[in-house]
């Protein structure tokens, strides 16, 4: 099955500077890589996704990008601001299955250091 | 609103005492997840169900037990509780007929088993 590992697992950064969080995975069919955000006490919700015919993708201070021969992907979040602060789940799925099958990497916990 | 419910949000049970945790949705979606969230281990998949009567074992299906009887609802029981089974649990939806493959989290079910 598939094996998704998050790096790093914490990560404090000064408001304003950027932040990047990576993932690998190991199933090649794997197609749809979202990432979740979870505030504290809160659920994890959708921030940005990317599918494999796509290398890049941003929206606004958000951004993914995904070497599919690296097998890796990362977000990127610039401008950093304290409301970002949360953990950052990222995701892999074949999604000829449908994404019932996701898989989740360990989570990095991001503080903005105001 | 577009949601997911879960319930109980908070539950202490003893060993051995049978327990259900409800979850419905009324977003239509086809798929359903259930998660337990651990600190160090992320959000890994108990069982999955891609539509009525049609379920699928997770990551860590030992312990549990899962029903879809009907679209909107899927509730995760536990026969016989043990402490291992303390944790945070995520029930999600995913996958409407426009192919939206966002998972929708409900609030959580934080168990504990003594």
């Known amino acids: 099955g598939e094996n998704v590992e998050q790096h790093p697992s914490t990560l404090s950064v000064q408001e304003g500077d950027s932040a990047v969080i990576k993932c690998t995975y190991s199933?090649?069919?794997?197609?749809?890589f979202p990432w979740y955000k979870q505030e504290l006490g809160k659920r994890p919700q959708l921030i940005i996704d990317i599918r494999s015919n796509v290398g890049e993708k941003k929206d606004q201070r958000i951004a993914v990008t995904l070497n599919k021969t690296a097998k890796h992907f990362s977000l990127h979040i610039t401008e950093t601001q304290p409301e970002d602060s949360a953990v950052y789940f990222c995701?892999?799925?074949?999604?000829?299955?449908?994404?019932?099958?996701?898989?989740f990497g360990t989570g990095t916990r991001l503080t903005i250091i105001p | 609103e577009a949601q997911v419910t879960q319930n109980p949000r908070y539950l202490i049970t003893v060993t051995g005492k049978k327990l259900t945790v409800t979850c419905s949705q009324n977003m239509n979606h086809e798929y359903m997840s259930w998660y337990r969230q651990d600190p160090g281990l992320g959000l890994r998949q108990i069982y999955y169900s891609m539509n009525v009567e049609v379920t699928d074992k997770g990551d860590v299906p030992e312990g549990y037990k899962v029903s879809r009887k009907e679209k909107r609802n899927f509730p995760l029981i536990l026969e016989s509780p043990s402490p291992n089974q303390t944790s945070l649990y995520f029930c999600a939806s995913s996958f409407d007929l426009a192919g939206n493959n966002e998972q929708f989290f409900g609030p959580g079910t934080r168990l504990t088993v003594l």
């Open positions: 995701a892999a799925t074949p999604l000829n299955f449908g994404n019932e099958k996701l898989t």
């Open positions: 199933d090649s069919a794997s197609n749809y």
